[in-house]
């Protein structure tokens, strides 16, 4: 069975610095996806970013990229230029490309504090 | 804006009262998922719907059952909450490939979730 390790239960950054999430898995397969959600306080879970497994090149969607290293299961979220807003639960996720009905495993999920 | 929705947003009920929770959709996908989560937890998988096929985890209590009477709604049934059931209930769904339904490559789209309060 596929896991996924979050080692940092709670990040700080200040606002307008960079900060990097890590997340880690565990697979046998060699295709499959991975996303990384954000769950604000008492708002609901959107879809931050995704990377396929079979593309080399890391994924970029506006201040959120990732560092996908497949050799070493690593799936690493930076935040440039954090915001206020940013302040959120954030889950790594990893989908098996042969997973019946899209099912997702989660991460134990990052904390994100930003400060003004 | 397609999306999903859940309701109520915020559910008290009394120890072993049955409670339904509702979610619809739609974006028109064919998948349709309920999560329980507790807090500063990642979501727990109970079970998901693909098309009419009920798929239920291992380890979910048989007190949780589903319903799903047409693509666009899906019920959750606790038959006797005990306080350890008192969570957040967060519906998602999502398209197989190859399939009709609005959204991107096969991720979920979640509802913004309904808080169970068990007293």
């Known amino acids: 069975a596929q896991t996924v390790t979050q080692s940092q239960p709670e990040m700080s950054v200040q606002e307008a610095e960079t900060v990097t999430l890590s997340c880690t898995y565990d697979?046998?397969?060699?295709?499959?996806?991975l996303f990384w959600y954000k769950q604000p306080p008492s708002r609901q879970m959107i879809l931050v970013i995704r990377?396929?497994?079979?593309?080399?090149q890391n994924a970029t969607e506006n201040r959120f990229s990732v560092n996908f290293q497949k050799a070493a299961k690593s799936f690493s979220l930076k935040i440039s230029d954090s915001q206020l807003g940013d302040a959120a639960m954030y889950f790594c996720a990893y989908r098996s490309a042969r997973a019946a009905g899209n099912k997702l495993t989660f991460g134990g999920g990052t904390r994100v504090l930003v400060k003004p | 804006d397609a999306m999903v929705i859940q309701n109520p947003r915020y559910q008290v009920t009394q120890f072993g009262k049955p409670v339904t929770l509702s979610c619809s959709q739609t974006l028109n996908h064919n998948v349709m998922y309920w999560y329980q989560q507790k807090s500063s937890q990642a979501p727990k998988l109970l079970f998901h719907y693909y098309d009419k096929d009920f798929n239920n985890e291992a380890d979910t209590p048989d007190n949780f059952q589903s319903r799903r009477p047409n693509t666009s709604f899906c019920f959750l049934d606790i038959r006797s909450p005990g306080l350890g059931d008192a969570a957040m209930y967060l519906c998602a769904t999502s398209s197989v490939p190859g399939t009709s339904g609005m959204g991107g490559h096969n991720e979920q789209f979640f509802g913004p979730g309904t808080r169970l309060t068990v007293l």
């Open positions: 990377q396929e497994a079979y593309k080399q």
């Open positions: 697979t046998s397969e060699s295709d499959y996806y």
